[in-house]
Nanobody, 124 residues
Framework: VQLQASGGGLVQAGGSLRLSCVAS????????TGWFRQAPGKEREFVAA????????NYADSVKGRFTISRDNAKNTVYLQMNTLKPEDTAVYYC??????????????????WGQGTLVTVSS
């Protein structure tokens, strides 16, 4: 499966952005999907994940209550709505697909497919 992330950009602290991840090349609903991010000089970290059906989600503590992950299988797309953004949310955001459809995993090694990343910059 191929993943294409988009929606990043420059936003002021307190603002919002919505990231999209469009999948192609496979039956998207077979996969759980996650978002990860990597800030300069830091390791890649988990942000959020959702099962194939959307009935189970998982969030990093740092984004709970501010970010919402959702998916539209008819459009082969997963979204990450990011509200109340903070400068520490600045990073390249990656979407990833896991062929374990029932687990919203926070472990990067569970994900077999990765998109190219989209840059989010939050100014103070």
């Amino acid at each position: 499966v191929q993943l294409q992330a988009s929606g990043g950009g420059l936003v002021q602290a307190g603002g919002s952005l919505r990231l999209s991840c469009v999948a192609s090349g496979a039956t998207f609903r077979r996969y759980s999907t996650g978002w990860f991010r990597q800030a300069p000089g830091k390791e890649r970290e988990f942000v959020a994940a959702i099962t194939w059906s959307g009935d189970s989600t998982n969030y990093a503590d740092s984004v709970k209550g501010r970010f919402t992950i959702s998916r539209d299988n008819a459009k082969n797309t997963v979204y990450l709505q990011m509200n109340t953004l903070k400068p520490e949310d600045t990073a390249v955001y990656y979407c990833a697909a896991d062929d374990g459809p029932f687990r919203p995993s926070e472990r990067p090694y569970d994900y077999e497919y990765w998109g190219q990343g989209t840059l989010v910059t939050v100014s103070s």
